[in-house]
């Protein structure tokens, strides 16, 4: 089965120091992968993707992420965290059967600390 | 440029009760989809639907019905109301693009309570 998995529900960093969100996907033939970011009582907001190209994908409030194929990995990452950073995360990949879907992970909420 | 707008934004029904809850697009796009979000389990879709005239069942579609009204609007409804069905409820589109590369663009959301 296609599927995408975050194994951390929480993660906890302070503000100034970089963080990571991870992400790992099980999906057939060549992954499009997507992260999103919800703040309170809001939609999911797109922050960057993956469809092909160089592995290391830059998007929006200075987040990055890194595709890995040998590790089926798509970790988001930051250098430096901020407090406004603070939120939920998703992780998605396009259903290679209906390339139409999102598969959504279960999110990781990002606490950062002053 | 208000993108994808869903109303009402909350909602308290009592079992048994019927809803339908509206979303509409102005970005021309022409998929729409429907997901609830539950503590702990992320979204799942409902109801999504690729194009105007045309909708298909998503993961958890027993409940529900949807309507896509025209291009813009695609709406959400409830005809029996039940206790489980309580979640946050959105709304998405997208121009799917080349076999999918453009991102879904999603509303504020339903919060709905049933009693």
């Known amino acids: 089965a296609q599927s995408v998995a975050q194994p951390e529900d929480q993660v906890n960093v302070a503000e100034g120091n970089p963080l990571t969100v991870k992400c790992t996907y099980s999906v057939s033939g060549n992954p499009y992968l997507f992260w999103y970011v919800q703040y309170p009582n809001r939609g999911l907001q797109f922050l960057l993707k993956y469809i092909t190209g160089d592995n290391l994908v830059k998007g929006s409030y200075g987040f990055e992420a890194e595709f890995n194929k040998s590790q089926t990995s798509f970790h988001l990452k930051k250098p430096s965290a901020l407090v406004s950073d603070s939120a939920l995360y998703f992780c998605a990949v396009r259903d290679p059967y209906n390339t139409d879907k999102l598969i959504f992970g279960t999110g990781t909420r990002l606490q950062v600390f002053p | 440029n208000a993108g994808v707008t869903q109303t009402p934004k909350f909602q308290v029904l009592k079992t048994g009760q019927s809803m339908t809850l509206q979303c509409a697009q102005d970005?021309?796009?022409?998929?729409m989809y429907w997901y609830r979000q539950d503590p702990g389990m992320g979204l799942r879709l409902i109801y999504y639907?690729?194009?105007?005239?045309?909708?298909d069942k998503g993961e958890v579609p027993n409940g529900y019905n949807v309507s896509r009204l025209n291009k813009r609007e695609f709406s959400l409804r409830l005809e029996s109301a039940a206790p489980s069905q309580t979640s946050v409820y959105f709304c998405a589109s997208s121009y799917p693009g080349t076999g999918g590369n453009q991102p879904q663009h999603f509303g504020d959301g339903t919060r709905l309570s049933i009693l």
């Open positions: 970005m021309n796009h022409n998929s």
């Open positions: 639907s690729a194009s105007e005239g045309t909708t």
